[in-house]
């Protein structure tokens, strides 16, 4: 079993929806979750990270972790063309690496 | 906003050419990694660094490549011999003492011919 499943897509969306996005993941001892943005031959681009489980918001951005799922999400609303990206969901382990998801490529349409 | 900044942007090599990436990690971060992604594929580690020693390595970064802090803002990834499997973008990233967030750097687009 893979350490962090993500959805590749690509999904797309009209302008304004909401969108989640979402990853699992297989070990248990991860604490720290990270999502990052990364546009076409760019860096990631940290965009929110959570402790354990539970619920954090940052503008239209919000992140949930169910760590009795090994289950996390981003949810964006009000999605407007240029949050077009690919979302990299990474986890950080016990050495503080990061183990990346495959990323799932968001197009919102105007 | 401080940043993590890498040189050169693309490079193209013969295969078995020696290469050297570059990072100028944010000035107080202290932690110091390295990441490829394959065209894709996944953003995997290749190795962490700290306290001029490696940290940690992953299972791709063999003898070929090693890792380097010549000065106080450098850090440098060098390939000795480039293998066509190397072609892949390569991203730095730098992480402050007490923090978990890791901040990239924009990459280089490495082409082993």
């Known amino acids: 079993q893979k350490e962090v499943e993500q959805d590749p897509g690509p999904l797309s969306v009209p302008e304004g929806a909401i969108v989640s996005l979402n990853c699992t993941y297989s070990?248990?001892?991860?604490?720290?979750f990270m999502w990052y943005r990364q546009y076409s031959r760019k860096g990631p681009e940290l965009l929110m990270y959570t402790y354990s489980s539970g619920n954090k918001e940052d503008g239209r951005f919000t992140a949930q972790v169910d760590k009795s799922s090994k289950y996390i999400s981003l949810f964006i609303r009000d999605s407007q063309p240029s949050d077009s990206a690919t979302y990299l969901c990474?986890?950080?382990?016990?050495?503080?690496?990061?183990?990346f998801g495959s990323g799932t490529r968001l197009l919102v349409r105007p | 906003e401080p940043e993590v900044t890498q040189t050169p942007s693309h490079q193209v090599t013969q295969m078995g050419q020696e290469v050297i990436l570059r990072c100028v990690p944010i000035?107080?971060?202290?932690?110091f990694y390295w990441y490829r992604q394959i065209l894709g594929q996944k953003v995997e580690f290749l190795v962490s660094f700290y306290n001029n020693e490696i940290s940690e390595k992953s299972e791709i970064f063999d003898d070929q490549f090693s890792v380097e802090r010549p000065d106080g803002s450098n850090f440098t990834l060098k390939i000795r011999s480039t293998k066509l499997e190397d072609s892949a973008m390569y991203f730095c990233?730098?992480?402050?003492?007490?923090?978990?967030?890791?901040?990239f750097g924009p990459g280089t687009r490495l082409l082993v011919l």
């Open positions: 000035s107080n971060h202290l932690y």
């Open positions: 990474a986890m950080l382990d016990s050495s503080y690496k990061l183990i």
């Open positions: 990233a730098s992480r402050e003492t007490g923090q978990e967030t890791q901040y």
């Open positions: 070990n248990s001892a991860f604490q720290y």
